[in-house]
Structure formats: structure tokens, C-alpha cells
């Protein structure tokens, strides 16, 4: 593995790993799976470096901005992140890098850092490499937040089988992109970290997913029904989605119930939510969440993927409603949806209108 290798979860992959099959197993002798494949947060490549009292971010491979968002975080959590990595400085090792992702995919929750591996390297420059287990930070104390992976077996060389693993992880995300993604509607996970499927597991291979394939509901191992998230969009983060879908409104035409349509100004008195991606200059939707008649929180979701409101019906509003529909031109009725711990639970959706703003700190 090169020193830039190091910084970059995108390219891991362990050299000269391979898996030996065994010899002439009985009629009932069960072959137990050696490949574990763990669900891995979506987001660029992150990676923080820690080599004696010095403590460096990197954004794909290479150093984060100066006061920029990893460089905060690391400030903030200095401490913690240099006490994790004491315990191998003091057995010798010349530095520690712990490579992950810059997972940001809501506009209410702070972007943050996701560990995948902790690479070990010694003063002659030699590597080891562990899944990262160090938990430094406080969202490492929840296990399983982007699902619990799955088994493989494979024999021979990594280079013979690489592609199917690759091939297997795409899939895998695909199929639970839309149980696990965040209240923008992009999804959370991006890719599956291979490993053996024994104590200590070692790291085998990264696959990075797209979730290109097109479906209309996945399911999960109990069947239960999800509706489909959308596709990976560049690196999987929030501005890289709002960037890209703001560029689709400027370069693909306008199209509303069999005509061609100009966005900008068509403005239907009525449409549905299906429907306004294609028909209005709008990049997403506000969903309004009230119990008891009172209005509990609003959170703005991107297009894309299989709404559960598709077919719920937005009516144009008046400028004298504008407050009361933060801003926005169309709205639906207050539609019951209930759960378990809100069984009073009503939700509105919003459309065109203001979208939440961003922080322009780089990262």
C-alpha cells in the first residue's frame, strides 16, 4: 500500500490476499462463510493523521483546508482523538491514520466524520491495517447505524474475485438504500468494507456503490417493504446533490401531464407530488410534521428515489398563506399519518420555495 493509500478508503485493497479452500470436506461438513462485508457511511474520502503531537486532516488524499470543516472537527475533538491513539505510539508505532468518509447528507445534523480503518505504521514503515473500533467519537458508540452487513465465501486469489465482491456491495446498497438513508432522502450508505469473517477480522477490500439500478420498493430480511431511495450523486453529500439537481433544472426540459413545459414560469394550479420534479423549477420538497394542531418540525427533502406521498395532491397557494407555507407556492391538504408514538401525527407538504442554506466553510 503506497503513503497515499493510506488517506484514500476508496482505494483499499489488502496485497496478495487470498482464501484456501478446503480439502475433500465431509458429506456433512458445513463450509462456513470467510467474507464479511460491513455497511460503510457515503461521503468523499476523509482521513485523520495522527503522528506524535501532530494531528492532520486530509479530503481525499490530501490536506483539508486550514479552519475548514474536518480541521474544526479535529479541533474540537483533539484530545479524544489523540488518547485513541496513544496506546499504539506507546508500542512503538511511528504514526496512526484513521481512514473513512466526510458524511454529511442532512441539513439539521452537522457533517461529520466516519472511521472505516485504522492503519498502524511502524517506524520502518511497514503497515498494519484494522477495522477501526476506536470509537473516539460519540456517534461510534451506536453500532449497526448503517445496517449489519452480510456473509460471502470465496475462494483463491482477491484479484480473481475483487469484481464480485464489487458487484455483490453495489447490490446490497442498492436493495436497502431506501431503509437507510437521511430526512433529505439521500441515502447513508455508500459503499461495504470486506473483511475475513473471523476474530481478529482483517481488512480485505473496499467497494464503493452507485445504487443505479432502478426499482420500486426493496425489502429488507423480515420482507418488509421499503420504498426505493435514490442513486449515489457524486460523492454523496448534501451540496453535491443540491449542486446537481440545481444543474438538472437548468439543462433538462420541463414536462407536465403530456406537454413539454418551461419550469421557470409554469406554475399549474394544482399537480402532484409525483409530478412537480418534471413540471416546476423545484429541486425538492418541505415535509411539515403538526401533532395535536400544533406544528412540530419541518424538514426539506430532495427529490428523487419513491415518495410515500407521490400521489398526494398540492394545491397553489395565495401570497396572503405565505407564512403559514414557509414560503412556499403549493401545498397539500394535512394528510393522517400516524405512528406508534404519535398516533395524532399529521403531515403537509411543501413546494417550491426557500431551501435550507448550507455552510460555504470548505471542507
Known amino acids: 500500500m503506497t503513503t497515499v493509500d493510506l488517506y484514500r478508503l476508496a482505494r483499499y485493497s489488502k496485497p496478495d490476499f487470498k482464501t484456501e479452500k478446503y480439502e475433500k470436506p465431509g458429506p456433512n461438513h458445513f463450509v462456513r ?59 512503538g508505532a511511528q504514526k496512526i491514520v484513521i481512514a473513512g468518509t466526510w458524511h454529511h447528507i ?48 470465496m475462494y483463491g486469489e482477491l484479484t480473481d474475485f475483487a469484481e464480485e465482491l464489487h458487484a455483490m456491495a453495489d447490490d446490497e446498497v442498492c436493495k436497502t438504500r431506501g431503509r437507510y438513508m437521511g430526512a433529505s432522502g439521500l441515502c447513508a ?46 460523492d454523496g453529500t448534501l451540496a453535491t446533490a443540491i449542486a446537481s439537481k440545481v444543474n438538472d433544472l437548468k439543462n433538462e426540459p420541463g414536462w407536465f401531464r403530456g406537454k413539454d413545459v418551461d419550469r421557470s414560469s409554469h406554475r399549474p394550479r394544482k399537480l402532484k407530488l409525483s409530478e412537480a420534479p418534471d413540471a416546476i423549477d423545484a429541486i425538492g420538497y418541505w415535509v411539515q410534521v403538526r401533532c395535536g394542531g400544533t406544528a412540530v418540525n419541518s424538514a426539506f427533502r430532495l427529490f428523487g428515489g419513491v415518495s410515500e406521498w407521490q400521489h398526494e395532491v398540492l394545491e397553489k397557494t395565495t401570497d396572503a398563506d405565505a407564512n403559514d407555507y414557509l414560503g412556499n407556492l403549493y401545498a397539500s391538504d394535512w394528510i393522517y399519518d400516524p405512528t406508534h408514538l404519535e398516533p395524532d401525527r399529521e403531515i403537509r407538504l411543501l413546494a417550491l420555495g426557500p431551501v435550507p442554506c448550507l455552510s460555504s466553510v470548505p471542507l
Open 106 to 153: 442532512d441539513f439539521d445534523l452537522a457533517p461529520r466524520f466516519e472511521g472505516c480503518l485504522t492503519h498502524v505504521v511502524a517506524k520502518d514503515g511497514s503497515v498494519t491495517t484494522k477495522l477501526y473500533d476506536e470509537r473516539v467519537f460519540e456517534w461510534d458508540e451506536t453500532p449497526h447505524r448503517a445496517g449489519y452487513g452480510f456473509t460471502t465465501l
Open 189 to 234: 450508505v455508500g459503499g461495504m468494507i470486506w473483511s475475513t469473517d473471523e476474530d481478529p477480522r482483517t481488512p480485505v477490500l473496499y467497494s464503493a456503490a452507485t445504487c443505479t439500478s432502478e426499482v420500486e420498493f426493496e425489502l429488507d430480511d423480515e420482507e418488509e417493504e421499503y420504498l426505493a431511495g435514490q442513486p449515489i450523486i457524486g
Open 33 to 91: 462463510p470467510n467474507l464479511f462485508a460491513r455497511p460503510v457511511f457515503v461521503g468523499p474520502d476523509a482521513a485523520i493523521e495522527i503522528d506524535g503531537d501532530a494531528v492532520q486532516g486530509y479530503i481525499n488524499g490530501v490536506p483539508s483546508a486550514p479552519g475548514g470543516q474536518l480541521a474544526n472537527l479535529i479541533h474540537r475533538y483533539r484530545e479524544r482523538i489523540v488518547g485513541a491513539a496513544s496506546t499504539f505510539i506507546d508500542n
